[in-house]
């Protein structure tokens, strides 16, 4: 559609183990709207960033591989360009806020230096001088509210704290224009209030810039807050997709039910069982829904048949027979 930004098909990505291929991502499908904020939620190791660095190409070719699939970039498939032409996406078009902040940034260089980098090598800034650079620089570290940027700018990585390093990530992932951004569970690793603080400010400068957002996130509470659309993942596969108010309003695919009790109420409700057992083992992975080892709902097809994804309403799909 002409108001599709990222559009990705029956994407597959499989690692290669000593013991085989782990098969982690399972023919998923997602688009993201222009100006979208989209949420892509799920628990630990059900393949979020393993999808997002499929996006970008930054998978480790000698162990990553793509049997099937496509990820259409206003189109064109990101899998099959050439380098010149990927390196345009990375550096014009989309950006991504690494989970982990210390190993995003450069120890070796100061923040001021990385900072300008990206603002030296990028289209937009090339007939900049150095004050413009600077300039810039110093506003966009004001822009994630860093009161002092001159110190921060001459400052090393290991001289911030973790929230102020994840700021500085969202800082570089923002300083020169894009169309897209994809935020991988930043603030994940601090505590609640300031996980809380670059939430809001992430939100608020992508929703100022117009630019659409994916949310990585393993909370349905942050997804809900953050996102137009849910996409609700595991292992490998889309369980279900609405729009957040539907989704929380009729909740479907029993995955979904089960990560909406772990959501702590304020008020009654007692403590929630969460869901029982783990993510299979993706190299020897349940031949027919992934879910089913952990289903309250299973039936005996779901042992032996992969779940047809349907849909219940427009925009409000979902992968389990007990719709089919
Ligand atoms: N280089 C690799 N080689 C083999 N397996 C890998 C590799 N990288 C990731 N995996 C496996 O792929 C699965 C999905 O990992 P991924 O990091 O995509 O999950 P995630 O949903 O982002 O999890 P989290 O929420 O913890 O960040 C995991 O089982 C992980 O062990
Ligand atoms: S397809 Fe079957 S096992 Fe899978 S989620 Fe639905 S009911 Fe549960
Ligand atoms: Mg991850």
Not at 21 to 33: E, Q, R
Not at 136 to 163: F, W
Not at 221 to 246: C, F, P
Not at 296 to 313: D, F, G, L, R, Y
């Amino acid at each position: 559609m002409e108001n599709t930004l990222l559009d990705i098909k029956n994407l597959k990505v499989w690692y290669r183990t000593y013991k085989g291929y782990a098969k982690v991502v399972d023919g998923i499908n997602l688009f993201v709207n222009k100006g979208e904020k989209v949420g892509l939620v799920g628990e630990s190791g059900c393949g979020k960033t393993t999808t997002m660095k499929t996006v970008l190409r930054v998978l480790d070719s000698k162990v990553a591989t793509v049997p099937e699939g496509e990820i259409l970039f206003k189109n064109r498939d990101i899998l099959k360009m050439k380098y010149n032409e990927l390196q345009q996406v990375r550096k014009q078009s989309i950006s991504m806020i690494s989970q982990e902040p210390t190993a995003a940034l450069n120890p070796v260089f100061t923040v001021g230096s990385q900072i300008m980098d990206i603002i030296r090598y990028s289209e937009q800034y090339k007939d900049y001088s150095k004050s413009e650079m600077l300039s810039l620089a110093v506003k966009t570290i004001k822009d994630v509210l860093i009161p002092d940027p001159e110190r921060i700018l001459n400052s090393y990585p290991h001289q911030l704290s973790g929230g102020m390093k994840q700021r500085i990530c969202i800082a570089m992932a923002l300083v020169t224009p894009r169309e897209l951004l994809i935020a991988d569970e930043p603030g994940t690793a601090l505590d609640v209030t300031v996980q809380d603080q670059i939430h809001k400010l992430l939100k608020a400068l992508v929703e100022e810039k117009k630019m659409s957002l994916i949310m990585i996130t393993h909370s349905l509470g942050v997804a809900r807050e953050l996102s137009d659309r849910i996409y609700v993942m595991y292992a490998g596969n889309i369980v279900e997709v609405a729009q957040t108010k539907e989704l929380f309003k009729n909740p479907l695919h029993p995955y979904t039910l089960g990560l909406m009790e772990c959501v702590p109420r304020l008020y009654g409700g007692g403590i929630s069982e969460g869901i029982y057992g783990y993510i299979p083992d993706y190299i020897n992975p349940p031949a027919g829904c992934r879910f089913y080892p952990r289903c309250p709902s299973a039936m005996e097809i779901c042992e032996k048949e992969k779940p047809p994804t349907v849909s219940v309403s427009e925009d409000h799909k979902v992968a389990c027979f007990k719709y089919h």
